[in-house]
């Protein structure tokens, strides 16, 4: 007969394998959220580039954007909530938004988004 106890218990794996599923299950419910983020930032990468800096108004410019908010099914934020400035003659589009997901319960994890897309302009022909 051994003298001293080898491997882990059900116990120990429990207390090992618990906080790593729980990062799993936290990284599951937040990935929908970031996936948003990107189709966001790509959205207003795409209008960066088609929108001729110019002749554009910030209507035209929320106009566009709108549009491909459609194409990619975004609904949140809504395209009120970006803020559409002119700075130093150029155009410039602030994304700055929190979104939530729902862990369990009532606890939440709440992200923190912020990006800036300035008009690079079209090319006018």
Known sequence: MRKYQRGVTALGWLILL??????VYAGIRIAPVYMNYMNVV?????????IDNGSATAAT?????????????????????????RENGNWKVEANYDDQAPLFA?????????????????TTE
């Open 42 to 50: 790509h959205s207003l990468n795409m209008v960066s580039g088609e």
């Open 61 to 85: 410019i929320r106009a566009a954007i709108g549009k491909h908010f459609d194409v990619e099914y975004i609904s949140y934020p809504d395209i009120r909530d970006l803020k559409i400035t």
């Open 18 to 23: 618990l906080p790593i599923a729980i990062c």
């Open 106 to 122: 009532n606890v939440s994890i709440l992200v923190t988004f912020d990006k800036t897309v300035k008009l690079k302009g079209g």
